[in-house]
């Protein structure tokens, strides 16, 4: 068997591989970042600003007009870590293949950060250097913890008033709870931002304020109290790698020299085992610090060769663990991540491969399906541009064209190596609306491109209203439909009329109850005859539905219990409230009774929906609605008149932190709430006030907005005072 990293045919071995992302909360500067890399590794030749809607990653109209992300941009570009001397680099003067994936901020985009963490090896999290750590940053983190992804932070915007370094370093901490190792730390700030002292190597690296845009920097050696910031940092670096790797430990004890290539070794088994995060501080902005930040992914953040090879299971047996080597030289196995409708080229679907490869003309099998299909073309994506290529080795991101019914999640891999890889995960939709064409003539038009788009996003739901006929649209927030509204109008010519946003409201139960299903009908072949009990209890909140069989005795016959099962699930679907799905309970089937010859596999299911409706209105049922985190950053002055429009929105008050002339309000809204929230908000603050919002979890509604609910369904009368 051939050594994948000696395979001939690679342009760039795996060791010499990164596949990163850049994620942060919105306007940190991840797209800054994102362009100043793409310059200076020479993918392009002229940087793009975001204000000025001229971004590689940022191509979308929507995104241009808006100056945010909306969706994950995938670029590719080569970096070679330039010689210095007395500078230590651990990839010094090699050229390593950097695969980006530049992410969204807002929280109503979160699918696309969280598909694209799915496949990375390593991430840059980027911080604003005034804000330090907002929620969507948390968020993020979180996302990233969660497939162990190992990172780098990069705290942006030095150069602003009131920026602070050691400040987000100990927010980092405090909020994050990890232990960020500041190894680039900024020369001076706001308008004396001059470059970073590099703690590893002990020098300075000082960026030239020219007409080169960062493109020049010298090393340079330390001055005045430079000396002893870098000395107390990097004996903070030593005492934290001694404390976390067991080599440096052993030189520590022996008091023996710790090399600059020794610390960087260290440093790069802690950063991917994910005990120390290094730190560096810039601005993407003002071209200072970019450089540093990319030798520091090539030093710091793993190559596809320093993860464990990924796990996956037989499609035939769920409990049977299979894995997918980092090597060429194993059978394909790749993780369809991302689909993309591009108007060029057709559709698209962004994969990762984690083992084997695959070229042009070869056929692949989707296990979810069992199809096989035959590979057209192979891309490489540059952002919005297309390059293509023959082939994709272990530890490439790339893109087919042309391939059917794959959706966001699906393992494509060779047709004998039959294997499952772990899809992402997607959070539920919090909020719908009503959308139709303004003329009839467009109605497939509709269709067809509402399919297209959910296609894309695992968020966006699109149903149709039983009763009323009504095609129903659903997502994160209200920019997200928004924007789906709009690009229904700009990429498939479909104008349409929407409706006012629904919350997507949910059903639990207050207490426990026990009850009884009775089915017994006389059925033109005979009887029907069958009976269930069982009893609901609240679960804990967030942890879905939980359905237990307690039968013991016989007393449903085990041939039966599946359509026991089912009749629970089915009525777990529909509250008996107002009919919303039901959530957080738990429900233990304990027994029942049956006829040897009357009993049936229907009767079984018809008696434990009875037996489900009488326990959830014997247990209290209640409408749940979604609660939103809401961070409002405002000016001091406003902060009284925001903390009082969030109270009277039902708000609960969380934090307050003041930085800059900044105060800093966290809440839990109820999203029903929060709805024009933008518009009045910038009316209170004369615009200089922003805000962000994610879905935390579901509360019961008080018994006022519950009966408001109902009466707006048509379920009760309206009061007096409403009608």
């Not at 789906?484 to 629904?502: M, Y």
């Amino acid at each position: 068997m051939s050594d994948s990293r000696n395979n001939p045919n690679r342009p760039f071995s795996l060791e010499r591989t990164r596949n990163i992302g850049i994620a942060a909360h919105i306007d940190a500067g991840k797209t800054t970042l994102t362009e100043r890399i793409l310059f200076y590794t020479g993918m392009i030749h002229r940087i793009g600003e975001v204000h000025d809607g001229a971004t590689t990653t940022d191509h979308m109209e929507q995104e241009r007009e808006r100056g945010i992300t909306i969706t994950s941009a995938a670029v590719t570009c080569n970096w070679k870590q330039i010689p210095q001397e007395n500078v230590t680099k651990l990839y010094d003067g090699q050229d390593v293949r950097v695969n980006i994936i530049d992410t969204p901020g807002h929280v109503d985009f979160t699918a696309e950060v969280e598909r694209s963490l799915r496949v990375l090896d390593g991430a840059i999290v980027v911080f604003c250097g005034v804000a330090g750590v907002q929620p969507q940053s948390e968020t993020v983190w979180r996302q990233a913890a969660k497939y162990e992804v190992p990172r780098i932070i990069f705290v942006n915007k030095m150069d602003r008033v009131g920026a602070d370094f050691n400040g987000v370093v100990a927010d980092v901490t405090k909020k994050l709870h990890t232990t960020p190792v500041p190894v680039l730390i900024p020369i001076g700030s706001e308008d004396n931002l001059q470059g970073q002292i590099d703690v590893i190597n002990e020098k300075a690296i000082i960026y030239a304020d020219d007409d080169l845009q960062g493109s020049t920097y010298e090393i340079k050696d330390l001055t005045g109290d430079q000396i002893e910031i870098c000395a107390e940092a990097r004996e903070t670096v030593i005492s934290l790698l001694a404390d976390n790797d067991e080599e440096i430990g052993e030189k520590f004890l022996m008091e023996e020299e710790l090399t600059a290539a020794d610390l960087k070794a260290a440093l790069r088994r802690a950063t991917i085992s994910n005990k120390l995060v290094p730190m560096a501080g810039g601005s993407a902005f003002k071209n200072k610090g970019v450089q540093a930040v990319l030798d520091a992914v090539l030093d710091y953040l793993p190559a596809p060769t320093d993860i464990a090879a990924t796990e996956g299971q037989d499609p035939k047996d769920a409990d049977k663990v299979i894995v997918a080597e980092t090597d060429d030289a194993k059978p394909f196995c790749s993780l369809a991540f991302k689909l993309w409708n591009d108007k060029f080229v057709g559709n698209l679907v962004f994969f990762r491969v984690y083992s084997g490869t695959v070229s042009k003309g070869d056929t692949i099998l989707n296990p979810r399906t069992g199809k096989k299909e035959r590979i057209g073309r192979l891309i490489q994506m540059q952002a919005d541009a297309q390059e293509d290529i023959d082939t994709c080795y272990a530890g490439d991101i790339a893109a087919i064209a042309g391939l059917k019914k794959v959706t966001t999640g699906d393992t494509l891999c060779d047709p004998k190596f039959n294997i499952l890889l772990e899809p992402p995960v997607f959070p539920e939709p919090v909020i719908s609306i009503a959308v139709e064409p303004k003329t009839k003539a467009d109605q497939e038009k509709m269709a067809v491109g509402l399919e297209r788009l959910s296609d894309e996003d695992p968020t966006f739901v699109v149903s149709i209203d039983e009763e009323t006929g009504q095609t129903i649209i659903a997502g994160m927030g209200e920019l997200h439909l928004e924007v789906i509204v709009d690009r229904l109008a700009r990429e498939f010519n479909v104008v349409a009329n929407t409706g006012k946003p629904q919350i997507a409201y949910r059903e639990s139960v207050k207490s426990t109850a026990k009850a009884e299903g009775t089915f017994d009908r006389q059925t033109p072949n005979g009887r029907s005859y069958a009976q269930v009990n069982l009893s609901v209890a609240p679960n804990v909140k967030g942890a879905g539905n939980e359905v237990i069989n307690a039968v013991t005795g016989g007393s449903i016959p085990k041939e039966f219990i599946s359509h026991v099962l089912t009749g629970v699930q089915d009525s777990l679907t529909n509250g008996v409230v107002a009919g919303f799905p039901v959530v957080d309970t738990k429900v233990t089937v304990t027994g029942g009774a049956f006829d040897e010859e009357d009993s049936d596999d229907n009767a079984f299911k018809v008696a434990a929906i009875f037996a489900m409706k009488n326990a959830l209105e014997s247990a209290e049922s209640t409408i749940l609605e979604p609660i939103m985190d809401v961070e409002v950053a405002t000016p001091e002055e406003n902060q009284g008149d925001i903390m009082s429009d969030l109270n009277r929105r039902r708000g609960q008050i969380g934090n307050m932190e003041t930085k800059a002339g900044f105060c800093t309000i966290s809440a839990k809204v109820p999203l029903a709430a929060m709805f024009g929230y933008m518009t009045d908000l910038r009316t209170v603050s004369s615009g200089r006030a922003s805000f962000t919002m994610e879905p935390t979890l579901f509360e019961a509604v008080p018994p006022n907005v519950e009966r408001t609910i109902m009466e707006a369904m048509g379920l009760i009368l309206p009061t007096a005072a409403t009608a």
